[in-house]
Nanobody, 123 residues
Framework: QVQLVESGGGLVQAGGSLRLSCAASGRTFSDYVMGWFRQAPGKEREFVAAIRWSGGNTVYADSVKGRFTISRDNAKNTVYLQMNSLKVEDTAVYYC????????????????WGQGTQVTVSS
């Protein structure tokens, strides 16, 4: 059974940084794409970033380009989201997700999801 467990969320001031982690288990992920999504109160869940486990190709939402970096550690089966220059509007629950199909921004493509971790950015 695939398990994705996020950690690293918290409260930070605007301009600060956080690093989220997603520990993946349950199968071999070398042919998977790992993504980060976020959902703010009253809003749809939206794409943030994704990385192809094999090869490391990445894609980002325009709203986070230049501020967030997605990466993976093959030995630890963990995906990271380094978030710098955080803004109040980055406040959301952040979810890790996985799919075998494509390096995609589409939520429907992702088969497996973590439980989420809260990120709150104060002004």
């Amino acid at each position: 059974q695939v398990q994705l467990v996020e950690s690293g969320g918290g409260l930070v001031q605007a301009g600060g940084s956080l690093r989220l982690s997603c520990a993946a288990s349950g199968r071999t992920f070398s042919d998977y794409v790992m993504g980060w999504f976020r959902q703010a109160p009253g809003k749809e869940r939206e794409f943030v970033a994704a990385i192809r486990w094999s090869g490391g190709n990445t894609v980002y939402a325009d709203s986070v380009k230049g501020r967030f970096t997605i990466s993976r550690d093959n030995a630890k089966n963990t995906v990271y989201l380094q978030m710098n220059s955080l803004k109040v509007e980055d406040t959301a629950v952040y979810y890790c997700a996985a799919n075998r199909l494509a390096l995609s921004m589409a939520r429907a493509v992702y088969d497996f999801w973590g439980q989420g971790t809260q990120v709150t950015v104060s002004s």
